[in-house]
């Protein structure tokens, strides 16, 4: 390629280059598409490209105000629809919170939410399966046996007919794993944290309609039927746990939102 012609293609691209857009109407394209996106429903991409803006196009100084009013704006508006999805949210705790008490001793580190169906003095005699729920959200399961006989169980399985769920084995050295006696009378509670209810309770909220029952795995075997109450007892705990969980989610995201409107 000869030199002619090497100029003549640098001196076509120049004034191809000089004829584009400037920087100024480059910034107010992207500032339209944003608003057109954010017209449309799509918040993502309209914050993507006002964010593009401010990344390329610094000297658009009035874009980039306009820009950043406009960023204010779509904060704004989604900062006033998450309260009132935290308002709506406050109406089901409200109403999912009357079934339960809520406790606190010198041992909890958090709130203790027990549902009334299930407090110790209506059960402090009786095998059954108890739900646990803390003002977190936090959840989990413990089977608590009572008999004049050890079982030594380690594990719990909920089932009827071809449905089930079993627990992870909890072994007797475990911390989770307690025991006690006085007179003839023989205490066991297995706790399942940490998802080791593996299913569990999810299982028996699904299955609160059947007529579930549940057996003690140990050295022996120990039958019960899920009462009523104690099933609508994990119903409600899972219901709560997830209003909860998504409460604080939500303080966060509004949290956020707040600092970001200026």
């Known amino acids: 390629m000869n030199l002619s012609r090497i100029f003549f293609i640098v001196l076509i691209a120049a004034l191809l280059f000089s004829c584009g857009k400037s920087e100024k109407e480059l910034a107010a394209d992207r500032l339209a598409l944003a608003k057109n996106a954010y017209q449309k429903g799509d918040t993502t991409l309209a914050l993507q490209q006002l964010d593009t803006i401010q990344l390329k196009y610094r000297g658009a100084i009035q874009t980039l105000d306009e820009a950043d009013q406009f960023k204010k704006k779509i904060y704004g508006d989604l900062f006033y629809q998450k309260q009132d999805e935290m308002d709506s949210l406050k109406v089901k705790l409200e109403k999912l919170e009357a079934k339960f008490v809520k406790e606190k001793t010198d041992f909890d580190r958090y709130t203790q939410y027990v549902h009334k169906r299930q407090q110790f003095e209506r059960r402090w005699d009786k095998s059954f399966i108890q739900i646990h729920l803390d003002e977190r959200g936090e959840l989990y399961i413990s089977s608590n046996y009572y008999g004049d006989q050890w079982l030594e169980h380690t594990g719990l399985r909920v089932y009827d007919q071809d ?48 007529n579930l029952k549940a057996v003690f795995l140990g050295s022996r075997y120990y039958y019960i039927i899920l009462e009523e109450y104690d099933k609508q007892a994990v119903k409600d705990a899972l219901a709560l746990s997830k209003l909860l969980k998504q409460k604080a989610k939500l303080g966060q995201e509004i949290q956020s939102l707040q600092s970001k409107v200026g």
């Open 163 to 210: 449905l089930q769920a079993k627990t992870e084995k909890v072994d007797l050295d475990n911390v989770l794993n307690h025991r006690s006696d006085f007179m003839e009378t023989k205490w066991e509670k297995v706790s399942y944290r940490d998802g080791t209810d593996n299913g569990v309770i999810e299982f028996i909220a699904e299955h609160a309609d059947r």
